[in-house]
């Protein structure tokens, strides 16, 4: 796999599917490596997906100072995988905690990006909460499947300060609660850096009010991509978001939930792949 030279002299590892104009992609986790992407549900055959292994995950190699795990440093990351691109301009992919590292890099950056777009994004660099009422009000929507009651009871007490378990609401997070998802998520642990990830949104990582303001005179066109079903990216945060924006497309995805090529990924990658083809 191509690897580069970060701006320390980490060296990090991309991985490349299909043809035409790069489009990088940034995983989320926060800190998981790049493979749970996949090819995107097939965006693969549209453009070419450049895959960044954040540092300390994948195939990119432990940097030497764990603070550089933080999320505003590894905007570093992004712009000298641009570089090394050779591209003047990138088209830059966010998924989930990887939205808040492309809205950051967007920020310090904008006449670097062509198109900026953002799959179930975490608000955290916007400052955007989520009260406990509205993800509840959408966690009722799966009342007819099997595992709902456990699953209910658990982010009920979630919420409310009283319970942990963690693993029984993950099913809120799939469109469909499957062997794929299962499969999926049994992975998680693998592919994320632990440490990394308690340094990404240490303190100093964000300053939502600079973003917001840097935002809202950021040019390029914006795509932002939500699951009707995710309960991390509820729909009302991410309509939020999108409009935080003075170019911005959002798409509500039926059905889906924070992996929404994997919901369903005709309908993601038609939605994605022709609001690409835009800028061409």
């Given at each position: 796999m191509p690897t580069f030279r970060s701006h320390d002299g980490t060296e990090l590892a991309y991985h490349a599917h299909g043809p035409g104009a790069p489009l990088i992609c940034l995983p989320g986790g926060p800190m998981s490596d790049s493979s749970y992407l996949g090819e995107l549900g097939g965006l693969s055959a549209y453009r070419r997906l450049v895959m960044l292994d954040p540092r300390g995950t994948g195939a990119s190699a432990i940097p030497e100072d764990a603070s550089s795990y933080r999320c505003d440093r590894l905007v570093d990351d992004v712009e000298a995988l641009r570089e090394h691109l050779g591209l003047d301009r990138v088209d830059l992919l966010g998924h989930s905690a990887g939205v808040n590292l492309a809205v950051l890099y967007a920020a310090r950056h904008p006449e670097r990006v062509g198109r900026l777009a953002l799959i179930c994004p975490s608000t955290t660099a916007v400052g955007i909460a989520t009260s406990g009422e509205a993800r509840l009000e959408l966690a009722r929507r799966r009342e007819g499947e099997p595992w709902y009651p456990r699953a209910y009871a658990a982010l009920a007490a979630i919420l409310s300060g009283t319970g942990t378990d963690w693993e029984a609401v993950e099913p809120f997070r799939h469109g469909?609660?499957?062997?794929?998802?299962?499969?999926?998520?049994?992975?998680?642990?693998?592919?994320?850096?632990?440490?990394?990830?308690?340094?990404?949104?240490?303190?100093?990582?964000?300053?939502?009010?600079?973003?917001?303001?840097?935002l809202a005179a950021f040019e390029a066109p914006v795509l932002v991509v939500a699951g009707e079903l995710d309960m991390n990216t509820v729909p009302a945060a991410a309509t939020e978001f999108a409009g935080l924006f003075p170019d911005a497309e959002l798409v509500l995805q039926p059905g889906a939930g924070h992996f929404p090529w994997r919901d369903d990924a005709g309908r993601f990658v038609e939605a994605v792949a022709a609001w690409l083809r835009q800028g061409e």
């Open positions: 469909r609660w499957d062997a794929a998802a299962q499969a999926l998520h049994a992975d998680e642990e693998r592919r994320r850096n632990d440490e990394a990830a308690a340094v990404f949104a240490a303190e100093g990582a964000f300053d939502p009010e600079a973003t917001r303001a840097a």
